[in-house]
Each structure stands twice: as C-alpha cells, then as structure tokens.
Nanobody
Framework: VQLQAYGGGLVQAGASLKLSCAASGRTFVGGYAMGWFRQAPGKEREFVTAISRSGGNTNYADSVKGRFTISKDNAKSSVYLQMNSLKPEDTAVYYC???????????????????WGQGTQVTVSS
C-alpha cells in the first residue's frame, strides 16, 4: 500500500484545513485501519487521530479533541483529517498511516502501522 498525503499549507490561527490521504496499490482501504500522526521540529512523532476499517470507531489525542475530525471513504480509498480552530502548536508535518486490521479497531500506537505516507506540512501562524 502506498499512501499520499496532501492538503497542508500555511494558515493563521483559528483557520481550518482539510488533509487528504489517498491509498494506491492494494487499495481496499475498507480492510485497513488508518491514522494520522504529526511531528514538529525537534519532537517525536505523535498520535493525532485514528479510525477503524469500517469508520465506525475513532480515537483522538486530547490535544485535538473537539477540533479535528477524521473520516474515511472506502470507495475512494481515502482518509481525511478536517482540522478546525487551528493553533500554532498544531504546526507540524502530518503523516497518514495504514494497517491491515483484523477487527474494527482504531490504533493510536505508531508501532501498529506498517504503511506510511510521506507527510504534508501544516504551519499555523499566530
């Protein structure tokens, strides 16, 4: 599975952005749980949000709850991250990730994901 994340950019605090991640290769995304992680300069890659293979289960980091929404379109082999009320501390490179899931779970650990996209930069100015 190859993943391509896009949609990042430079925005002001309080603005919104929507990231997309398209899968190619063995693209039955309906069989994959997906996640978004981010990495700021000098920091470790951290969990942002995840969604189960059906889309029925989601999980969010406390720092983004109520502001970010993950969604999945299995027909389009894509996962999305709607980011609202962006803050300067949201500035990071955002990565999408995928894992072939046996159950309908969402996974918050980096170690659960063997497939990663290349990342898209999100910069939020104050």
């Amino acid at each position: 599975v190859q993943l391509q994340a896009y949609g990042g950019g430079l925005v002001q605090a309080g603005a919104s952005l929507k990231l997309s991640c398209a899968a190619s290769g063995r693209t039955f995304v309906g069989g994959y749980a997906m996640g978004w992680f981010r990495q700021a300069p000098g920091k470790e890659r951290e969990f942002v949000t995840a969604i189960s293979r059906s889309g029925g289960n989601t999980n969010y980091a406390d720092s983004v709850k109520g502001r970010f929404t993950i969604s999945k379109d299995n027909a389009k082999s894509s996962v999305y991250l709607q980011m609202n009320s962006l803050k300067p501390e949201d500035t990071a490179v955002y990565y999408c990730a995928a894992t072939l899931a046996l159950g309908d779970y969402s996974y918050s650990s980096r170690l659960s994901y063997p497939y990663w996209g290349q990342g898209t930069q999100v910069t939020v100015s104050s």
